[in-house]
Structure formats: structure tokens, C-alpha cells
């Protein structure tokens, strides 16, 4: 997968910038607050139709402007393929593959595979577990489009049983009715999870291992389920649960037990990763786990997605450095970001576009 051209129209501080990718290798240059990060974040947006750093879409339009677009044309199997985006708040925004409008956001998520690695990626780490489920689900929704209805459909089905709890509780034949459909939407979701941390624990170790020297990386899926289960036993059990803790459930009128409160655990040599990891190897942990993702998506759908790094190499150490540059592979288009190019030795530089940015404009 290539992204040959990137437009952008009233985005964040950019006023218009059009830009021809070259090579398989961009160095975006500039100080701080030029708009570097901005650019990654416009391509990330064409990916994902989000964004880590927004709240609203409109966040993204230049202050002072009504609308924004952000569009690009990427060569995919072989083909041609244009994607516009225009926000334009309090309509719906416009979606566009090759000019033909789409209604539905499935039709344009991920035509554009993108793996993004940035310091706030970091929040796998030292944020909460909402942040690690974000990040799982965003993972499997990238290779198993069909995981974002599952997941829609699970959070539809909790979102009603809270409101009956909070309101109906004491019909305990609806709760029931509630229960059977959650526990099954529930098993799909946690199947799935389980399935692609085990899929991905086996790369990311790999991977993790040559840069660490050694250290073994394993990752756990934290639920209160035993593993190894099918989608049907998966279901049978949660609605066991379910149905012990539904008195629980009615005296607290909240939703208790299900996927919406289950977590991910990184342990390096056994030792839980969140709590007791230096900075340096829970950086090395979560370069390892995007990695094995870009692997991931690569095996499975055929393509290889671009890799955005943000500002991340000239924090990782000689060693760790010299170890991503080299595994990426050829056929990887990477737009990378940072302040200078003091931190790149020369054999890298030697193939790579070097762009400067300067207050929203490439100078
Ligand atoms: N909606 C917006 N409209 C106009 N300017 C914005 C908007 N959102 C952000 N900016 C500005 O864009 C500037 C550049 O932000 P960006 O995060 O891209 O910087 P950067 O080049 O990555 O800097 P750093 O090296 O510090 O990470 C910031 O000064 C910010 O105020
Ligand atoms: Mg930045």
C-alpha cells in the first residue's frame, strides 16, 4: 500500500498543503508547534475516522474556518484509489472513495491500512484500562472489519440493560431476556480479544526479544473466564455470571461483569509491565506490539499498511534505534516526524524525502 498524495484544506493549523510522497521514506522536519504531528494525524484520519487527540471532529478545522477536508489518493492491490473527507459541523461529514459519496463509515474505514506509533501510544502502559481496550479493539477492527458491528452491537445491548436497570429492575424476566442477549454479544467480543492477543503475543515477542536481548514478553487477556473456550461456552458461562450477580447488578443499577471492564496485562520476564517496567522497556514493549500489529495486517489482508512515527526514534537509545529501522521492511511506507535529523545516521538518510515544515507550510 502506497499514499502518493496528501491535500489538506483548513486543517488544524494548515491552510492548504499539498504534498507528493516520493519515496518509501518521509522525514517530516521542524521545530516544535510547526504542524508535524498535525500532518500524521490528518493521514491517521483518513485511516481510522479518528483521531486520539479529538473529542469533536470539529477540533480539527482551523480556528477562525467553518470546514475542513483532508484528502489523498493511495495505490491499493494494484489500483488507484482517492479518499476525501470534509468536516463540516453540525452536518454529517462527507465521505468520498473516488468521489462516489459513502453513507456508511465502513465503506471508508481502513481503505487506507495505517499503523500509528506515537509517545502517547505510551498510554498502553500508564493509562487505564479503557485506553487498552480502545487499542485492542482498534487493532481487530483493522484486520476483521465484521468486529466493529460485534463490538456496536455489544454496547447497544449494555447500554439498554443500564437504562432498565436504572429504571425497571424489578422485572426480572426482561433482565433475563437482557442477560441471554449480552452474554452472547459478550462471548463473540472476548473471543475475539483472546484470539488476537494470542495471534499477536507470538510476533510481538519475537520481535521484542531481539531488541530487549532477550526478555520474554507475554501478554494476558484479563477477564474473569477461564481460557481456551469456544464462542458457545464462552456465552453459557457469562450468563452463569451474569445471572449470580444480578441482585448485585439491580441494588447498583450498573452493568457489573463483561468486556467493557476487562484489561490487558504485559508481563517481561513474568513481571507485570505496567507497575514495574523502566521507560525504556515499556517504549520497547509497545514498538514491539505495533510492529507485530503492521505484521499482523500485513499476513492478513495482503497489504502492507504505512507506519506512522511520530517523534519516537530520537527517545529510543542507539540500539533500539538502529533495531526499527532495520525491521522495517522496504516495501513499508513510513512517515516519520521529528525535530531534526541529528538523531538518523547517514545510511538512513541517504534514501528518505527530508520535508521541512515550518508554521503549517513546507518550506
Ligand atoms: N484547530 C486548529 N487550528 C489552528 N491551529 C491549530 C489547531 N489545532 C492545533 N493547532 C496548532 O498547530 C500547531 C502545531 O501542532 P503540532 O502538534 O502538529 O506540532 P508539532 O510540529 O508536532 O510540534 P512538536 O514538535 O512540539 O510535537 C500548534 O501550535 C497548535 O496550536
Ligand atoms: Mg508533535
Keep these: 500500500m502506497f499514499l502518493n498524495y496528501l491535500k489538506l484544506k483548513n486543517f488544524r493549523n494548515y491552510t492548504y498543503l499539498e504534498h507528493k510522497f516520493k519515496k518509501r521514506k518521509t522525514l517530516f522536519v521542524g521545530k516544535n508547534a510547526q504542524g508535524k504531528t498535525n500532518l500524521l494525524e490528518a493521514v491517521y484520519y483518513l485511516s481510522a475516522l479518528s483521531s486520539n487527540r479529538i473529542k469533536k471532529d470539529s477540533e480539527l478545522i482551523k480556528f477562525g474556518e467553518n470546514e475542513c477536508t483532508i484528502s489523498g ?8 484509489v482517492s479518499l476525501d473527507v470534509i468536516i463540516n459541523p453540525p452536518k454529517n461529514k462527507i465521505l468520498k472513495v473516488n468521489g462516489l459519496k459513502k453513507t456508511k463509515s465502513q465503506e471508508f474505514l481502513r481503505v487506507l491500512q495505517v499503523v500509528n506509533f506515537s509517545s502517547a501510544d505510551l498510554m498502553l502502559m500508564r493509562g487505564e484500562p479503557s485506553d487498552r481496550r480502545k487499542w485492542l479493539d482498534l487493532a481487530i477492527c483493522q484486520i476483521y472489519g465484521a468486529y466493529y458491528d460485534k463490538l456496536a452491537k455489544y454496547n447497544k445491548i449494555r447500554l439498554q440493560k443500564s437504562n432498565f436497570l436504572a429504571q425497571f429492575s424489578h422485572n426480572s424476566g426482561l433482565l433475563e431476556a437482557f442477560n441471554t442477549q449480552m452474554s452472547i454479544a459478550a462471548a463473540n467480543i472476548v ?89 525504556g522497556q515499556q517504549r520497547t514493549l509497545v514498538l514491539a506490539l505495533k510492529l507485530a500489529e503492521l505484521d499482523i495486517i500485513k499476513e492478513k489482508t495482503g497489504e502492507t499498511p504505512l507506519l506512522l512515527l511520530d517523534d519516537v526514534l530520537a527517545e ?15 516495501d513499508t511506507q513510513t512517515i516519520i516526524t521529528s525535530v531534526d535529523t541529528l538523531a538518523f545516521d547517514d545510511e538512513f538518510l541517504a534514501d528518505v524525502d527530508i520535508i521541512k515544515i515550518s508554521n503549517g507550510k513546507k518550506i
Design 73 to 80: 489518493n493511495c495505490i491499493k492491490c494494484d489500483v488507484e
Design 316 to 330: 529510543l537509545d542507539n540500539v533500539r534505534q538502529n533495531y526499527l529501522l532495520n525491521a522495517i521492511g522496504d
Design 191 to 279: 473471543y475475539l480479544r483472546i484470539k488476537f492477543l494470542k495471534e499477536l503475543e507470538k510476533i510481538a515477542a519475537k520481535k521484542h526479544r531481539t531488541v530487549s536481548q532477550g526478555e520474554n514478553l507475554t501478554l494476558d487477556y484479563d477477564c474473569d473466564l477461564p481460557k481456551g473456550l469456544c464462542v458457545k461456552e464462552l456465552s453459557e458461562i457469562i450468563y452463569e455470571k451474569l445471572n449470580s450477580i444480578k441482585d448485585d447488578e439491580i441494588r447498583r443499577a450498573q452493568c457489573l461483569f463483561g468486556p467493557h471492564r476487562d484489561d490487558v496485562s504485559f508481563f517481561i520476564n513474568e513481571i507485570d509491565a505496567k507497575k514495574y517496567a523502566s521507560q
